[in-house]
């Protein structure tokens, strides 16, 4: 018998510092989102600040329709958005995965624990402001019309 003790070590102290971690932090894990944050650490990948305070939508929509059922949950830090979007896509049925429903994540200035429904209309509306912006901008960089 082999014993491969760096694995081994490796995989302890990975699963031990998951269990300092949560524990510190007062979180939940249900391991994996802590083992991809400690591969993505160890690849070199760090979170910025602002990725650690910033808001994020997670949002739910049909890519067959094209359908957006809107915000389902707003969470702060990204580490919590990705963990969040994992938990929403376990909990989802095979059949409405199948009817094509999805859950992405997007940065927002909204404020984590926003109401989702309330969430939806604001984001609404600034997607709304930046295509009135973007249409007014084209306008004006090509005298008034569209060019063909």
Known sequence: MTWNFGSWLGASVLVF????????????????SCL???????QGEHLTHEELK???V????????????????VVKGRTNAESTLKNFEAEQSPAD????????LEKSTLKAGTDPAEATELRQAELERRETKATQ????????????
Request: no cysteine; glycine share 12%.
């Open 17 to 32: 510092s998951n269990q300092l971690a949560n524990r510190a932090l007062g979180a939940y894990s249900d391991g994996r």
């Open 36 to 42: 991809r944050l400690n591969v993505a650490a160890e």
């Open 54 to 56: 910033a808001s994020y």
């Open 58 to 73: 997670v949002i739910r929509h049909n890519v067959r329709t094209y359908e957006s059922a809107g915000v389902v949950e």
């Open 97 to 104: 995965r199948h009817e094509g429903w999805r859950y992405f």
């Open 137 to 148: 901008d084209a306008e004006s960089s090509n005298g008034g019309g569209f060019s063909r």
